[in-house]
């Protein structure tokens, strides 16, 4: 597509249930990064795809966050067992490669989804 | 440890100057990003910087200083709808990106 597309952009869910947020890259990019921002921060890493493969998930905060990208393009950031801590704006950007930086462009960013858990 | 550091906030008039600072400390260094983000919406990209010095793109401006772990960014002629947060981050040896809080700037009339 022309854009990274990110569904749902909202989403309110109740403490303890399970969510699913979508990202749709940029056709032909490869890496793909899940970022999740708060009010008055900057991103926050949270999982970088090459292809179809997680090459670093060290921004994962802990074992209830997964994410997966099976063929390559759409991506799934998956929330068990949401705390009201999980709450925030779900970032997805996408590159040609990881190294493809230049200075004509870097990640493209989708408009993320706001997930609230009350 | 890696860490971004930018004013929290800053104020400016209409068709003025503003530069925004920003140091950086990361694990190896791949360059330098400069985002724009207006509430509410996505980070858009401004600019990179890799090698010293200044990056002219229209009304912005980015300046690099690889020896001093400094950048900034330079807004001339200022307009109502620069009113935004600025985001600076550095890629690391590994192209991972450590992002700043952001720098929000109020456009006054």
């Known amino acids: 597509g022309a854009g990274v597309s990110q569904t749902p952009s909202n989403k309110v869910t109740e403490k303890g249930k399970y969510v699913e947020l979508r990202c749709d890259p940029i056709s032909g990019h490869t890496a793909l990064y899940w970022y999740r921002q708060s009010l008055g921060q900057g991103p926050e890493f949270l999982i970088y795809f090459q292809g179809t493969g997680a090459a670093d998930d060290s921004g994962l905060p802990n074992d209830r966050f997964f994410a997966v990208r099976p063929e390559g393009s759409v991506s799934t950031l998956k929330i068990q067992r949401t705390e009201r801590g999980d709450s925030a704006v779900y970032l997805c950007a996408s590159s040609l490669d990881r190294k493809g930086m230049s200075a004509n462009y870097g990640y493209t960013f989708g408009s993320g989804t706001r997930l609230t858990v009350v | 440890g890696q860490n971004i550091d930018q004013p929290t906030e800053m104020t400016a008039t209409e068709g003025a100057i503003v530069q925004i600072n920003c140091t950086y400390q990361t694990s190896g260094f791949n360059g330098l990003f400069w985002y724009q983000q207006h509430a509410g919406e996505a980070p858009t990209f401004l600019s990179y910087?890799?090698l010293d010095g200044l990056e002219e793109k229209g009304r912005f401006s980015s300046f690099l200083s690889r020896s001093k772990g400094y950048s900034y960014l330079l807004l001339k002629e200022l307009q109502m709808k620069d009113s935004a947060s600025y985001l600076c981050?550095?890629?690391?040896?590994?192209?991972?990106?450590?992002w700043g809080a952001g720098t929000k700037l109020i456009i006054k009339p």
């Open positions: 910087n890799v």
């Open positions: 981050a550095g890629a690391d040896s590994n192209y991972q990106l450590i």
